[in-house]
């Protein structure tokens, strides 16, 4: 794989969770209050919160994304050797793909702080 590919392949979703992080603290921030009630203030802290929860699914996608192509093949090749060690394999790559998981549901916890 070229480095300028490579480069497209990790960089890409950290600016889409970045620009996701940015437009939802944006979004929040011009949301209308109801009549009466305080208009809501965005502070800093909603922003970096927002921009927290971007980083960490753009960071555990790429971590995942690593580690299912290394586990992922090297599960596919054993298969073909051994069809008995399928269970094993499925185990290896799932642990891959709990990474993903894990960061979904911090960025869950900080959406939910905002």
């Known amino acids: 794989m070229s480095r300028r590919r490579l ?25 209308p209050s109801p009549a009466g009630a305080e208009a809501p203030r965005a502070t800093i802290d909603t922003g970096m919160l927002a921009l927290g929860a971007g980083i960490a ?30 269970f094993r394999a499925f185990i290896i790559v799932t642990l891959a793909e709990a990474i993903a998981i894990y960061g979904l549901i911090v960025a869950l916890l900080l959406w939910l702080k905002i």
């Open 57 to 86: 699914i753009c960071g555990a996608g790429i971590g995942a994304g690593i580690g299912i192509a290394g586990s992922g093949s090297a599960a596919i090749s054993v298969l073909a050797e051994k069809p008995e060690t399928f």
């Open 7 to 31: 480069y497209v392949f990790l960089f890409l979703p950290l600016f889409a969770g970045l620009f996701a992080a940015a437009t939802a603290s944006a979004l929040a921030a011009m949301s």
